[in-house]
């Protein structure tokens, strides 16, 4: 190999490295589990608090909605797994019983779900019933 | 039953059969081009291309951003490279005139050729000289 | 009449498939009739196509439900603007239009040839029908827009609300053109591995066609981007979801081509890379259109999930197991005509660019990837958020804009200590000026700093070259005509120095609006007034009004800076009737040094508000950048008054002829 052959490829490797430095420090710091509710009452014990995304839809039990301190209180099931969730925030447009939602957050010692993001999928214009097609 | 989908289905799979059918019927001349004149128009390109180069360095020689030096340096290996291509653009005009490209017969219709075409009279398709075959 | 529709389609579906074996075999076997033949085949699919799509939109618009497609996507009580814009609404129509704008490309592009290329034009030809065989296949075997019901509505169910807005209407459009249009240089690529003709033809014949594809997909994220920030109200323009990054990523390798292709032009270097990198774009925005349609990866934006992505997955393989074995083929006669001499050198720095790009594309790829990935590997799923894809992006980003500047200015082949000093001072010296300045005005955040820094070195660098030429233009004439004078004569050149300018707006009003943003919630009763930064808001009051398809709860918010009354603000609370569905109404206020943006978060039945404040800094220049990005582009694809590679005069011998070129 020519010596600026060597230059160039050493060049490279020192952009490719900091390349995978970047990715590898910017991963650890926000890479999450993505589990479903049966999921995170499986792992419950191995969890301890780290932080993780779940998905889920909102059942029929009461919400609580306090407009004054953008508190946000309500239950996250999947088949017959439930979970309650508090989440401190603007309530999603679509959020309703029955809304398909993903949490970010963890799970606190008393067993809630503190969200510290929440987002509620856009509703494809096809959930609803197509209805009996030719 | 003729209904008015039928016939829609119908004439539309006559107009495309036609449409699609219809470059058989009329031998092209206008074919794919021959080998002789993807050389010239390579080496016309790459003509084109040095002398856009030389006119950007001698803007970029008025605009300051090269120095005497290096100007001179780049813009003499510029003529180089263009001197290069029009003597070897020369050869290839010179050659493609006085050759007949085609040999006696057409390869894909047999009709005999009197020599010196690119694309056969008859089916148009194209016809390598011997040097190139 | 809908038959119709239905039947234009399959019998596309033929002809296409016809367009694909009649390319290929006259391209191989030198059959100028079967190549005539297939490039019918280009303007009868598109001919067929456009049929199709006529009758889908006189079904539109006579509100014919007897359509399912209809029936889901539009209803009696549309304004005609957005009955039209719900034809590319849902899955089946957007894909319609998906293969519409490719058939129109492919028709416009044998038409621009005819008499040009003709030995690339059977392979261009097969692929742009291969391309929309897949659409083809997917829209009459998987996702009919003509399917019909079994019992027709009396009413459809609409267009969901936040659709309903003109930046959705054109951001879909925008960004297919975009990507239908990376298929043509991919095309031509194809062509040009598959005939052998591979000297710089190719390139030069797509030179336009990437830029206009490159401009349109631009416009769309930059539209999406906007979209996302007025109408889904959570202060933000960008999430690194997973659908955005599909639009990012050949948006990213496509810049990279634009770039690198001048190398290949100019030096013949890189040319392995500009294949790879032109089969990676058109890979890229045929699995962005798959990441986004087929629900594997869950993100706000999702489609319906569907078994599409079988088709998208397989068609990808086969794409790119062809091109990859054309380019294998090729490979020793892809060799470069000039080795790189220095690492510090215009064309090294061209080569870093496109390193940083197609590093940046590898990190989103990777990052939107992950859960998939992960479950793969680990059996659980992982995914990545927005930290991740900023902390490798705003680096890169940076080093970009500062190659953006170094890369004009720098020598061919290697960059003497005179050179980099001739060109770089004022620069150089210019930024950190400035930084200082900033600095002395309170500016304080480390990474806003730096990419300040940044930007006001490659703004420099753009000034500089704008200066020396004008000044050599100018002759005994005027500053203005020296700026046209010089325009005109190299467009693309600075054409491309407007673009950067826009770039770096961009850039400017991401740094603004990322590290100043202020953010409140504030609890307000009738008639109180709070400050927020350095706005008072004052709350007046509550409104309930109910309209044709909606009913609204609107505040009003009066805003005042310091004593002096700006404006009032109206944030409002919708619930459209028809898809029972609520939305907010974000309430704005614009200017060159910020935005002010409320959201009304909720409201008791005895008046008191809640609202979300944000304050964004210099948001508009990322709008403004984008309109500057339009100009520039415009700019450099313009035809010159000559065509550009037109035999000039030139006394090869004499450079002095230079000095009397006015």
Redesign the interface.
């Known amino acids: 190999m020519t010596k600026?052959h060597l230059?160039?490829a050493i060049?490279?490797c020192v952009?490719?490295s900091?390349?995978g430095y970047?990715?590898f420090?910017?991963?650890t710091?926000?890479?999450?589990?993505?589990?479903t509710v049966p999921e995170v009452h499986e792992r419950a014990a191995t969890l301890q608090g780290a932080a993780i995304?779940v998905?889920g839809k909102v059942t029929e039990e009461p919400i609580e909605?306090d407009?004054?301190n953008?508190a946000l209180a309500f239950v996250m099931g999947d088949g017959a797994a439930r979970i309650p969730v508090h989440y401190k925030g603007?309530?999603p447009?679509?959020f309703r019983p029955g809304a398909d939602v993903?949490v970010?957050g963890h799970v606190n010692p008393q067993g809630v779900f503190v969200a510290s993001n929440l987002?509620?999928?856009?509703?494809?214009?096809?959930?609803?019933d197509?209805?009996?097609?030719? | 039953m003729l209904t008015l989908d039928t016939l829609v289905i119908v004439l539309l799979a006559l107009a495309l059969v036609v449409f699609l059918g219809e470059p058989f019927l009329h031998p092209t001349v206008s074919a794919l081009s021959s080998g002789e004149e993807d050389a010239r128009t390579a080496l016309t390109l790459q003509k084109a291309t040095l002398y856009t180069a030389i006119h950007d360095l001698d803007f970029d020689f008025r605009t300051g951003k090269v120095d005497q030096q290096d100007y001179e340096e780049l813009r003499s290996q510029l003529e180089k490279e263009a001197a290069t291509v029009l003597r070897q653009l020369d050869q290839e005009t010179l050659h493609s005139s006085s050759m007949p490209a085609s040999q006696g017969q057409c390869p894909h219709c047999s009709i005999p050729l009197q020599g010196g075409e690119n694309y056969c009279p008859s089916c148009g398709s194209l016809l390598l000289s011997s040097k190139e075959a | 009449m809908i038959d119709i529709g239905a039947i234009a389609l399959r019998f596309a579906f033929v002809a296409a498939l016809y367009g694909v074996f009649a390319g290929v075999l006259g391209g191989c076997y030198g059959r100028p009739a079967l190549v005539r033949s297939a490039e019918r085949a280009a303007h009868a699919v598109f001919g067929l196509v456009s049929i199709a799509m006529i009758v889908l939109l006189y079904a539109l618009l006579t509100h014919d439900f007897r359509l399912q497609y209809i029936a889901s996507v539009s209803n009696r009580s549309m304004p005609l603007f957005y009955l039209i814009a719900s034809l590319w609404g849902g899955q089946e129509g957007s894909m319609m239009l998906w293969l519409w704008i490719l058939v129109g490309y492919s028709s416009l592009v044998t038409l621009q040839n005819q008499q040009r290329n003709r030995e690339l034009m059977p392979y261009v030809v097969a692929t742009l029908m291969a391309t929309s065989l897949l659409f083809l296949t997917m829209l009459i075997f998987a996702e009919d827009p003509f399917q019909q019901l079994a019992r027709v509505p009396r009413d459809g169910q609409g267009l969901n609300p936040l659709l309903q807005h003109p930046l959705m209407v054109i951001h879909p459009p925008n960004l297919y053109l975009g990507f239908v249009g990376f298929a043509v240089p991919f095309a031509f690529g194809l062509g040009a591995l598959a005939s052998g003709r591979l000297d710089n033809q190719w390139l030069y014949s797509v030179r336009r066609w990437t830029l206009v594809a490159w401009l349109f997909l631009t416009v769309g994220i930059l539209l999406g981007g906007q979209w996302a920030y007025v109408e889904l109200g959570w202060g933000g323009y960008w999430a690194w979801d997973p659908v955005e990054n599909a639009s990012l990523l050949p948006w990213l390798t496509g810049t990279a081509f634009l770039h690198s292709v001048m190398i290949q032009e100019k030096k013949g270097m890189l040319k392995v890379w500009n294949m790879a990198l032109v089969i990676a774009t058109y890979g890229l925005s045929i699995f962005g259109t798959f990441l986004t349609r087929s629900g594997v990866i869950s993100s706000v934006h999702a489609f319906a999930q569907s078994s599409l992505g079988n088709y998208f997955l397989l068609y990808l393989g086969i794409a790119l197991a062809i091109s990859v074995a054309l380019l294998l083929k090729r490979l020793p006669q892809l060799r470069s005509d000039h080795r790189l001499e220095s690492a510090l050198s215009r064309e090294s720095s061209f080569l870093f660019n496109n390193l940083f790009l197609v590093g940046m594309t590898f990190a989103v790829l990777w990052g939107t990837l992950f859960p998939i990935i992960s479950e793969a590997i680990r059996g659980v799923k992982i995914s990545v958020a927005a930290p991740f894809f900023n902390q490798v992006n705003v680096p890169l980003g940076l080093a970009l804009l500062f190659l953006a500047g170094v890369c004009p200015l720098i020598a061919w082949r290697k960059a003497s200590a005179k050179n980099l000093q001739r060109n770089f001072l004022y620069p150089f010296t210019w930024s950190l000026l400035s930084t200082a300045l900033l600095y002395a005005f309170g500016i304080r955040h480390v990474v806003a700093l730096i990419a300040l820094t940044v930007c006001a070195f490659t703004f420099g660098t753009v000034v500089l070259e704008f200066y020396r030429g004008m000044r050599v233009r100018r002759g005994n004439k005027g500053w203005g005509y020296a700026l046209f004078a010089l325009i005109g004569r190299n467009r693309r050149r600075y054409g491309g120095y407007i673009v950067h300018c826009g770039v770096i707006l961009i850039f400017l009003g991401i740094t603004g609006s990322s590290a100043y943003q202020i953010e409140e919630n504030l609890v307000l009763q009738r008639g109180e007034q709070q400050r927020v930064g350095h706005f008072t808001l004052q709350y007046d009051d509550l409104r309930h009004s109910i309209q044709a398809t909606h009913e609204a709860f609107i505040a009003t918010i009066r805003v005042r800076n310091a004593e002096k009354e700006l404006t009032t603000l109206y944030p409002e609370k919708r619930l459209y009737f028809a898809q029972n569905q609520p939305t907010t109404e974000v309430a704005l206020r614009t200017s060159l040094l910020e935005d002010l943006y409320i959201i009304l978060a909720g409201f008791e039945s005895s008046g008191t508000i809640t609202l979300k404040v944000f304050i964004n800094p210099l948001v508009a220049w990322i709008w403004l950048g984008g309109v500057v990005i339009v100009l520039g582009t415009l700019i450099a694809i313009w035809p010159e008054r000559r065509w550009p590679l037109q035999q000039r005069r030139y006394d090869l011998a004499a450079p002095a002829a230079a000095q009397q070129e006015a």
Do not use: N, Q
């Open positions: 600026h230059k160039l060049g490279i952009i490719l900091a390349l970047l990715m420090s910017g991963a710091g926000s890479t999450v589990y993505f589990l995304r998905a909605w407009v004054r953008l603007v309530k447009d679509m993903i970010e987002m509620t999928s856009c509703p494809s214009k096809y959930e609803e197509k209805g009996p097609t030719l």
